[in-house]
C-alpha cells in the first residue's frame, strides 16, 4: 500500500470523517472533501482524488445497483490502513531470509486471524497453516484439507462483510492454485526442496521466460489450431457464445483454439448441435459467466433412425410389461417394411431377442 500525497490524505481523512462505515457517490465526495475550506473542490479535483485513492487501495468502488452506469464507493477505514501499514513495516524490518518460509506463513496468518476474529467474531479457522502444508506436500494429506472457505459459514453476514471476508480468506485458502495464496506460496516451496533434493527440478517458468532476448527452452508449434475446440475434427467456421459452446471463454483450450481475441469460433457441425440442444440443456448465469451443462445423453449407433426408436419403444413398453410375445416375433419383417435393411432389422432382432 503506497504512502499518500499530503494533499490527496487531507482529503481521504475529510472522507473518513463524513463517510466512515458509509457508501457515497461521487457528488458527496467532493462536497465531503471541500468541508471545512468554504467551498466544494471541482470535479477534476475530486476525480483525481477517488483515482488515486482507488488505485492505492484506500477506496473500493461498485456499480450503483440501481443505476449500473453510476459508481457508489465506501472508504477503507483509517485504523485498518494502520494496521496494514504496521504489518508492511514489520516484515520490511525483517532481515532478508532471517526466518523459514513457513514461519513467516504463520505468523502473518496468526495476525491476519486475530484482525478477523476482532471484527466478525470466533470463527472455524485453524490456529497454524505451515504444519498442514507440508504434510500435503510429503502426499500424507490431501490439498482438500488446506481449504478455509469452505470452512466459514458466510451467509450469518451481510453482502459488504462476506466481500471482505472472502477476500482476507482467499490469502491463505491453499485448496486451489487459482488463488494469489501464501499458503500456496509455501506449498510450492517445499516441493521445489524435494524437487532439488531428488536431483531434478521441473521450473514452467522456462518456457515463458527471456535471457538477453533468446528464450530458455524451445516450445514445439501447437498443431491444428485453427480446428473447432469442441471436436477438434472440423475447421473453425462460426463465432459462438457460451450459450451454444457450453465452456466458459477463458477455458484454456479456447484460448489456444480461439479464432481472435474477443471471439470463440467453432465448427458449423457443433454450431448446429449447440443450437439444437438449447431446450434441453442447463444454463446457470453468474455474473458475467454463463454456463451449458448438458444433462442428457448421447448415444452413437449403427442401427437406423426407424430401427432405434422400435428398440427404445420396446424398452419402454417392455419396463412396464405391456408388451407381447407377438408383437417381437415380427420385428425384422417390420423392419423391412418401414425401409429398414435387412441386416439392420437382423441385428434389432437379436438385440430384442438378448434383452428378453
Known amino acids: 500500500m503506497k504512502k499518500l500525497p499530503k494533499w490527496i490524505k487531507d482529503r481521504y481523512l475529510k472522507l473518513a470523517e463524513s463517510t466512515i462505515g458509509q457508501r457515497f457517490t461521487f457528488e458527496e465526495a467532493r462536497k465531503a472533501m471541500g468541508r471545512g475550506n468554504g467551498d466544494p473542490v471541482s470535479d477534476a479535483q475530486a476525480k483525481a482524488v477517488v483515482s488515486q485513492l ?67 467474531g470466533q470463527l472455524d479457522l485453524p490456529e497454524t497453516l505451515a504444519a498442514q502444508v507440508q504434510k500435503v506436500a510429503r502426499g500424507e494429506a490431501k490439498r482438500d484439507t488446506l481449504g478455509l472457505l469452505d470452512r466459514v459459514d458466510f451467509a450469518q453476514f451481510d453482502k459488504d462483510k462476506t ?22 506460496v509455501l506449498l510450492e516451496y517445499i516441493k521445489m526442496q524435494q524437487d532439488l533434493a531428488g536431483g531434478e527440478y521441473d521450473a514452467p517458468v522456462a518456457k515463458v521466460v527471456l535471457l538477453d532476448g533468446r528464450a530458455l527452452a524451445v516450445l514445439a508449434d501447437e498443431r491444428n489450431t485453427k480446428l473447432c ?33 474477443s471471439q470463440i469460433k467453432i465448427c458449423s457441425y457443433c454450431f448446429l448441435n449447440g443450437y439444437a440442444d438449447l431446450p434441453l440443456a442447463q444454463i446457470t448465469g453468474k455474473g458475467s459467466s454463463i454456463n451449458k451443462r448438458r444433462d442428457y445423453l448421447f448415444v452413437e449407433t449403427p442401427l437406423a433412425k426407424a430401427s432405434l426408436e422400435k428398440l427404445l419403444e420396446y424398452l419402454r413398453e417392455g419396463s412396464r410389461g405391456s408388451i407381447s410375445e407377438d408383437e417381437t416375433s415380427a420385428e425384422s419383417e417390420e423392419a423391412v417394411e418401414d425401409g429398414v435393411e435387412s441386416d439392420d432389422g437382423d441385428m434389432l432382432a437379436r438385440l430384442i431377442s438378448q434383452l428378453q
Open 54 to 120: 482507488e488505485a492505492n487501495g484506500y477506496l473500493i468502488s461498485e456499480p450503483d445497483p440501481l443505476d449500473l452506469r453510476a459508481r457508489r464507493y465506501s472508504l477503507i477505514p483509517p485504523e485498518t490502513i494502520n494496521w496494514v501499514g504496521g504489518v508492511e513495516n514489520a516484515i520490511q524490518r525483517q532481515p532478508a531470509f532471517a526466518k523459514p518460509v513457513k514461519e513467516i506463513l504463520d505468523e502473518t496468518w496468526k495476525r491476519v486471524r486475530e484482525q478477523i476474529i476482532d471484527e466478525f
Open 229 to 261: 475446440p469442441i471436436c477438434r475434427r472440423f475447421p473453425q467456421a462460426t463465432s459462438a457464445y457460451a450459450l451454444i459452446t457450453g465452456n466458459p471463454k477463458m477455458d484454456s483450450v479456447f484460448q489456444l483454439y480461439r479464432g481472435s481475441r
Open 163 to 184: 466481500d471482505e471476508l472472502r477476500e482476507l480468506v482467499k490469502l491463505f485458502d491453499g485448496r486451489l492454485n487459482s488463488y494469489r495464496s501464501l499458503t500456496n
